[in-house]
Nanobody, 120 residues
């Protein structure tokens, strides 16, 4: 099993910043990609940003230029630096990790979610 522990959410005023962290542990042989998704009340869970093991990144259009995803491969940890936050960024943010647990064994794990609230 692979466990993800998220931290860093909270309440911030519009224009402020937050940094989310997600550490993966457990039966991990290798990680292919790590990412962040968010889900607002009554809406579906949507992609925010992803980063591959080669460092390639992908962002939702709504966060480009404001959010930065990064990873520390040695620590199996992914970060999301969120700047210039807007009220519409308010959501629960979930970490996601795709990888290999062993020979022929793939995994895809989700974190428990961390609340981000941006006040106007």
């Amino acid at each position: 099993q692979v466990q993800l522990v998220e931290s860093g959410g909270g309440l911030v005023q519009a224009g402020g910043s937050l940094r989310l962290s997600c550490a993966a542990s457990g039966s991990i042989f290798s990680i292919n990609a790590m990412g962040w998704y968010h889900q607002a009340p009554g809406k579906q869970r949507d992609l925010v940003a992803t980063i591959t093991n080669s460092g390639s990144t992908n962002y939702a259009d709504s966060v480009k230029g404001r959010f930065t995803i990064s990873r520390d491969s040695a620590k199996n940890t992914v970060y999301l630096q969120m700047n210039s936050l807007k009220p519409e960024d308010t959501a629960v943010y979930y970490c996601n990790v795709d990888g290999i647990a062993g020979p022929g064994v793939k995994f895809r794990s989700w974190g428990q979610g961390t609340q981000v609230t941006v006040s106007s």
